[in-house]
């Protein structure tokens, strides 16, 4: 994230811009405004092609057929209706029916239909951006009548969870259907959600207003108001944060957390996120080419070190490739401690000395840089010499995918799901590619690839048997010692302490459902 000049711009002046858009100033003082200190903008607002920090408006602007929920410490894990009151699915798991709610409004007034809900999927699909291939097992979608879609799918899927992904499942208004991606980007919305954009200014804020007649709950004292303040000065949104200017942040630096904690009008809310730090190791160049090599060296990787010093002990170590509270996570997987000694012998044994290597990652990655240096000070006790390399993103992939043999030798980033399942994890990062999209260690084991494809096919019709065949997938790339699987980062957001009904949803990154909310 680049640091650059901000000027401290008060809530009220933001709200006073935003009157000339036909918006409710007298409404908006006092604790009719929630205020959000975001350090990221937002790219993207059309919700068929939306893929990045913008599914935080989104999220409160539109709604898909279902909202998934994640697991607390009493409840497990569950999808719950939203647009669709209820849902079916055939035997053989190939055709899932949707009922529609009644009583659902767009923001242009159109009635929620069952041609609503197939002309957006369809216009997702047709365009071919972002996360629209969620939808990609679908064969045909049907409107049999004016409350009922149809869904039949070329293999069975879990496509209750695929509709409450939080890119590409958002249901938009038909009118909107022909309207271009710089439509939205100028900012408008066609959604059914508690709140409609009033206000953009890219780069600086966005402002929302709530819908009059929405079908859903709305609390008493709801916040009529939901203001986007983009800061990407860390320490700016701490200041607004604890002087009142924002009631929601995050990014604010681990050290300093302590101090915001004892503060009483500020609640620090902590949560495993479903966010995990690996590197990728190059299996198409020797010496990592040898599952043994690529052990010792996670086996000299400092996991409790970096958690401690870059996540202020608030990380938990990775089990393998799917985190914590996501279905498919395996609490029993045998990754490797820290042990330098273990990893001396293993190399010794292999004939290895003398290793260099270079490990990429974004330059936006703090923790990634610490655990690189970590790393580096246990490599060197073994002989191997490891080089840092940060890049920005877009120069990292592209380098990572043009070649193995002139790439990298460690990869280094997050991943996260696009909606709640372990298949994307595995998928995207160790099946078998021809052309390298994101296994960019170049992971290829046909193993792998046969117990993966046959979980996935489950997945739709037996999730206990696709738990346990998604495990077993896991179990194979963790024995082949195909990455070195760092931490799973934790969610951190700070909240004004006076603020009701606020829920952290690790399902949706960094997304508040300020409908749900009030003072």
Known sequence: MKRRDFM???????LATAASSGFNLAMAQGNGIFTLAYPTSFPDLDPATSFSNDGAVLANAYEGLTRYISATETEPSRIEPLLA???EVSEDGLTWTFKLREGVTFHDGEALTAAAVKGSIERTRQIGGGASFI????????APDAMTVVFVLSEPQPLDLIASAGFAAWIQSPASLSQDNAWFNAGNDAGTGPFRIVRYEPGQRLVMERVEGYWGNVPEGAFQTVAFEIVEDV??????LESGQADWGYSVPFENLDL???NPDLKVVVNPSFETLFGLYNTKRAPLDNPKVRLALSMAFPYDDVIMAGTAGLGTRAKGVVPTGIWGHDADAPIPPTDLEAAAAILAEEGVSGLELVMTYSTTQEISALAGELWKANLETLGVTLTLQPMAWEAQWQMAKSDPASAQDIFVMYWWPTYVTPHDYLLSLFRSEDEPLFNLGYYSNPKFDEVLDEAARLS???????EEMFIEAQRIVVEDAAAVFMLDRPNVHIIRSDIKGYTDNPAYGHVTFVGDMSR
């Open 8 to 14: 401290k711009t008060s809530v009220l002046a933001a």
């Open 85 to 87: 009151q209820s849902w």
């Open 135 to 142: 939808w990609s097992p679908v064969v045909s979608i049907e």
């Open 235 to 240: 320490t700016l949104i701490q200041n607004m």
């Open 260 to 262: 915001m904690k004892e």
């Open 460 to 466: 739709g019709v037996d999730r206990p048997k696709a």
